[in-house]
């Protein structure tokens, strides 16, 4: 039996659910009940059962690609603020391989940059890297700073609702697993981006989001929705997994310089063109 909803807001200690369902994350089992240890929103997947957490910070794993800004440079590496209680490092030698080069020439402080987290270790000790097509230095744009857990949220089934955004405003959008968010544009369209984004954050646990924003858009760019634009919400579905597909949002940042002289090995990327130099600007 189940003494709950899906979506349901829980608290630590409420009771879930009776012996017939398995205790996911967010959730421990006492006297054959599973209990909620945190406060989120439950999330019942066939007989699992988990809560997802309202407010979380972002926690690196191997594999991620997250937004990061250089805070310190030191003789063989840069020291990356990844919005996580645990900070990022990038080597110098997965960018210029042997060669020393003056680092501040290539990445200074302030600089921001899309990075993929190749090692975690077991003390939180977080390697990045730029292998891999699309990864590199930002140019321009602005950075937005959303809860973590609700990044699937704001991506959509397929992609749905974070190419809603880019079509209507023609601002390009960078998802980081770490809940940073790129987006660059007419200034404009940037706030207009912003505040969808914000709100996508403060209402990621409520049904009907895709028709609000819809509306939101509209609104904000001076027309009244037709009819005909409204069609059926995709999905208002919370992730469990806390994952992001990747691989459209990489590939479409074209103005961010490409890396591919790194050491590092990535078995999961395809075979691309020698990029040029770090050093070198792109578009």
Known sequence: MIFVEDKEIVIPGDILSDEEYHSGRGTFKENDKVCSSLVGL???RDKKISVIPLQSKYIPKRGDVVIGEVTDIRFSM?????NSPYSGFLPAS???GKEKRELNRTFDVGDVLFLRV???DEVKKVKLGLKGRGLGKFRGGILINITPTKVPRLIGKKGSMINMIKDETHCEVIVGQNGVVWVKGEPAMERVAEKVINMIE??????GLTDR?????AKL??????ESEIEPEISDEVEESGELEISDE???SDESDESDESDESDESEEPEEKKESKEDEMD
């Open 42 to 44: 439950v999330a019942i």
């Open 78 to 82: 840069w020291n990356l603020d990844i």
């Open 94 to 96: 997965d960018v210029f």
């Open 118 to 120: 190749v090692d975690v």
């Open 202 to 207: 403060d209402q990621a646990h409520t049904s």
């Open 213 to 217: 924003v819809r509306d939101m858009l």
């Open 221 to 226: 760019l001076g027309r009244e929705p037709q």
């Open 250 to 252: 990489s590939d479409e």
